[in-house]
């Protein structure tokens, strides 16, 4: 069972920046593939970044590459996503999760993290 704790959401203006945070069980850690998902109301989940915890291989939906970028820590089991050029349209829970695979077509392994969330205002 997967166990991770998501930190690091807030409130901020179009433009603006944020890091979140997602401790890792460390049994979860390792050559795995970890990354954010991200929920609002109304839309369907959208994969948003995976990092490749074995090789740092990263992977990006199109609609943040470019503002976003995911990193790691192993000394702390910590992945992060550094979000920049907030938009409103990022507005969203934002979980961490264990994926199938190292790629957005695949799916976050359940349980995940309970979320953060993430406003974004105009």
């Known amino acids: 069972q997967a166990h991770l704790a998501e930190s690091g959401g807030g409130s901020v203006q179009t433009g603006g920046s944020l890091r979140l945070s997602c401790v890792v069980a460390?049994?979860?850690?390792?050559?795995?593939?970890i990354g954010w998902f991200r929920q609002s109301p109304g839309k369907e989940r959208e994969g948003v970044a995976i990092?490749?915890?074995?090789?740092?291989?990263?992977f990006y939906a199109d609609s943040v590459t470019g503002r976003f970028i995911i990193s790691k820590d192993n000394a702390k089991n910590t992945v992060y996503l550094n979000m920049s050029s907030l938009i409103p349209e990022d507005t969203a829970k934002y979980h961490c999760?264990?994926?199938?695979?190292?790629?957005?077509?695949?799916?976050?392994?359940?349980?995940w993290g309970q979320g953060t969330l993430v406003t974004v205002s105009s």
């Open positions: 999760a264990v994926w199938e695979a190292c790629g957005l077509w695949s799916r976050p392994f359940a349980p």
């Open positions: 460390e049994h979860n850690y390792d050559d795995n593939c």
């Open positions: 990092i490749n915890t074995a090789d740092e291989s990263t």
